[in-house]
């Protein structure tokens, strides 16, 4: 198999012993899962772990000068809202252990997080040329690395909301909701539908802040939320002028496309959106019950 060489000497991987990554949420303080079924995308995620580097063991094996500067840093990317950044960035001179604490927005998450944790050089090798041959010398070079991976799955809304006053922004005061949709299908999920709740229902907007752990009777009124929702979807990518953006887009990763493609093929039966659109038209009431039943299997299969 092959296997990737580096222009530069790397350590022996065992100069970073990380503890594994755990998570802060409202069950406390655990071992992140492989799978967070009850993600919120309303509130953040809060990360920890323990690293201990052994920075002069590091220099010594990658033939750096005694003084160079070495970086712990953590990266992150979410495949869902197709965005990424740095959630932590420290100096290391010696040995040392360090705590390392992320905060990440629920909004800018979505799909599978990937969180890569490195020791790079923190700047450029001052002399370069004085340098050891195969040595790394730019600011930003990995010399080791670990990543982890999460899949996020809420109860909640799989896109960001916001609680606004309806009055305000032209929706009817006496409404629920509002969804937002973008002109193109094309765009990442996360980053391109939103739902808006009305701050005057105070009933809703309690039962979304605790959709981790929602009442019997708040989770009904999420699964009517959810569900009409899931119509808006439907009914958006059946529109005459997205059916072919959405066909075409269907393979591009994290985006509306992608999600509204599956979401339709899950609700009915596998059958293409051709297939459904040519239902809608000529049999609508036929499409209403489907749709009506593709809802309810969905919401039974993801009942405990």
């Not at 990424?84 to 992320?102: D, H, I, K, M, W």
């Not at 040595?135 to 606004?164: K, N, Q, W, Y």
Request: proline residues 6%; aromatic residues 4%; glycine residues 6%.
């Amino acid at each position: 198999m092959a296997k990737d060489v580096m222009p530069f000497l790397r350590p022996s991987p065992d100069v970073v012993a990380a503890s594994p990554w755990q998570i802060d949420d409202v069950e406390g303080l655990r071992d992140l899962p492989a799978l967070l079924p009850d993600w919120d995308s309303q509130a953040d995620l809060v990360l920890h772990r323990q690293v201990t580097v052994d920075g002069d063991r590091a220099r010594s094996e990658c033939r750096l000068p005694a003084d160079t500067r070495l970086a712990l840093v953590v990266d992150w990317h979410s495949s869902a809202a197709h965005l990424a950044g740095s959630a932590f960035r420290q100096v290391v001179e010696e040995g040392v252990e360090l705590s390392v604490q992320t905060k990440l927005a629920g909004s800018d998450l979505g799909g599978t997080l990937v969180l890569r944790t490195r020791l790079v050089l923190a700047e450029d090798v001052v002399h370069p040329e004085r340098a050891a041959p195969f040595t790394a010398r730019h600011a930003g070079e990995i010399l080791c690395e670990d990543s982890a991976e999460v899949h996020l799955e809420g109860h909640a809304s799989r896109f960001p909301m916001s609680v606004i006053d309806f009055s305000l922004h032209g929706f009817d005061e006496d409404a629920r909701w509002a969804l937002g949709l973008p002109d193109d299908p094309t765009v990442p999920v996360t980053g391109g539908v939103r739902l808006y709740l009305n701050r005057a229902d105070t009933e809703l907007v309690a039962a979304a802040t605790r959709a981790f752990a929602p009442t019997p009777m708040q989770r009904r009124l999420l699964e009517t939320m959810h569900d009409d929702v899931a119509r808006q979807l439907v009914e958006a990518c059946l529109r005459p002028s997205w059916r072919d953006a959405v066909t075409d887009a269907a393979d591009e990763a994290g985006s509306l496309a992608e999600s509204l493609t599956v979401l339709v093929t899950n609700l009915f039966h596998g059958q293409s959106l051709p297939t459904v659109a040519a239902l809608r038209d000529s049999e609508p009431s036929v499409f209403a019950t489907a749709l009506q039943g593709g809802l309810r299997r969905l919401r039974q299969e993801k009942s405990p």
